[in-house]
């Protein structure tokens, strides 16, 4: 499973669109998710945010939507950080079913990837027009320390108390209940948890 958070849309960039036409795409939901994931990776993304227009009942504790959830509007932002700093995003509300627009910008990805097949751009210069506009949210050291200093305070908790997975696991769930956008955080205090959690993940797996 992609490691991405889905979070409800803030705020669209620019006019959203009040109709949309139905997608050609014989893909199953499997297998677009398996073809973003295989993007994702070529691009070595990560800090994954996808936004969709679902509430916070519609999300599961572990960042996915609950199963049967519904979109009230099938626009979609895909935002990542790429390989190499870039910051991207990538919205699309061209269909009327959130899974092609997700799909669209999976196909999206594999094409602008494969600009650089041909050795044309030499910055990757396919890219700008989706840099994320904005401040950062991403912490500007991500060590082992800020990580576990981070969750725990969020939390509330001493970073002492985080000595195993369980322990670090309540306190995920604790601090993602506090800074989620529907429960009175916001977007970059949401990701900055996540973010703390993936730097966690890779000294405790």
């Not at 691009?43 to 936004?51: C, H, N, P, T």
């Not at 994320?132 to 305070?153: C, E, I, N, Y």
């Not at 002492?160 to 309540?170: G, I, M, P, Q």
């Not at 205090?189 to 993940?201: D, G, H, K, P, S």
Request: with cysteine.
């Amino acid at each position: 499973m992609i490691n991405a958070q889905f979070v409800p849309i803030e705020t669209w960039p620019g006019k959203q669109r009040t109709s949309w036409k139905s997608a050609a795409f014989r893909v199953t939901y499997p297998r677009r998710l398996d073809k973003l994931e295989d993007e994702l990776n070529k691009l070595g993304a990560k800090d994954i945010l996808i936004q969709c227009h679902l509430v916070r009942d519609d999300i599961r504790n572990d960042g996915w939507p609950r199963s049967g959830a519904r979109p009230r509007n099938p626009g979609i932002i895909i935002s990542f950080t790429k390989r190499g700093g870039d910051q991207l995003s990538f919205p699309c509300d061209t269909y009327d079913d959130w899974y092609d627009n997700l799909y669209a910008i999976a196909l999206s990805l594999e094409a602008l990837r494969a600009v650089d097949r041909y050795g044309v751009t030499k910055s990757a210069e396919q890219y700008q027009g989706w840099r994320r506009l904005g401040p950062s949210p991403q912490s500007d050291v991500k060590t082992k320390d800020w990580a576990f200093d981070h969750l725990a305070r969020v939390a509330g908790i001493d970073p002492r108390a985080l000595n195993d997975r369980a322990a670090v696991d309540l306190a995920f769930r604790a601090a993602v209940k506090k800074t989620h956008p529907d429960t009175g955080g916001n977007v970059e205090a949401f990701r900055l948890v996540n973010e703390a959690m993936r730097v966690i993940r890779e000294v405790m797996p």
